[in-house]
């Protein structure tokens, strides 16, 4: 079975400051996906970044990047200069390529709080 | 594109009654749609994953008796609650695949809030 870590339950940051927001995981898979969710207060799930693990290149999405450490397990969400719109719950996620119907293993989230 | 609709948004019912809650997928159709539920300020938990036309597959400790899934369609899946109490209540979120779409990628309804008196 797959574990997803988020060991920041809230962070804060400033407008226009940059945060990183952590993730580790768990698993004996070679192949998978790695992802970054926000939730903000609509509750509306929005795909912030995508990350597939064969790949060494790390994933950036404007100003949403990644730091993936395969080895380490380790996934973690930068952002830069914050946003207010980026006050939301964030969840790191888990996906076994191949795996039965793709299912995805989700963290317990970081509440991030930007402020003006 | 890739929008997901649910129906209802809200939905307050009285203990014992059950309650529907669609999921559609408008501008794509969806082999595979995933049940999610989610507690305040808790993260989402699978519960089920329906693929059109054939039996949902629920997760370990979800009651498949006390949530009935239903995707009959390519475009459409139910949950219905039977039997609701309070401590069914909670937000429901689905999430579909697209029939023509990358695996690895889910689209999310916005959710349901299910209160039960």
């Known amino acids: 079975a797959q574990t997803v870590t988020q060991s920041q339950p809230e962070m804060s940051v400033q407008e226009a400051e940059t945060v990183t927001l952590s993730c580790t995981y768990d698993t004996s898979e070679s192949d998978y996906y790695l992802f970054w969710y926000k939730q903000p207060p609509s509750r509306q799930m929005i795909l912030v970044i995508r990350?597939?693990?064969?790949?060494?290149q790390n994933a950036t999405e404007n100003r949403f990047s990644v730091n993936f450490q395969k080895a380490a397990k380790s996934f973690s969400l930068k952002i830069s200069d914050s946003q207010l719109g980026d006050t939301a719950m964030y969840f790191c996620?888990?996906?076994?390529?191949?795996?039965?119907?793709?299912?995805?293993?989700f963290g317990k989230g970081t509440l991030l709080t930007v402020n003006p | 594109g890739a929008v997901v609709s649910q129906h209802p948004s809200r939905v307050i019912c009285k203990s014992g009654t059950s309650v529907k809650i669609e999921c559609r997928s408008l501008?794509?159709?969806?082999?595979?749609m995933f049940w999610y539920r989610q507690f305040p300020k808790q993260s989402l938990m699978l519960m089920a994953t329906s693929n059109e036309g054939s039996k949902a597959t629920y997760e370990q400790g979800v009651e498949k008796d006390k949530f009935l899934i239903n995707h009959a369609s390519l475009t459409l899946s139910t949950l219905t609650v039977t039997s609701a109490h309070p401590e069914d209540s909670s937000f429901y979120i689905c999430?579909?695949?697209?029939?023509?779409?990358?695996?690895?990628?889910?689209?999310f309804g916005p959710g349901t809030r299910l209160t039960v008196l």
């Open positions: 501008d794509f159709q969806a082999t595979t």
């Open positions: 990350q597939e693990a064969y790949k060494q």
């Open positions: 999430s579909a695949r697209d029939r023509q779409g990358s695996y690895n990628e889910q689209f």
């Open positions: 996620a888990f996906m076994v390529s191949g795996g039965s119907n793709y299912k995805l293993t």
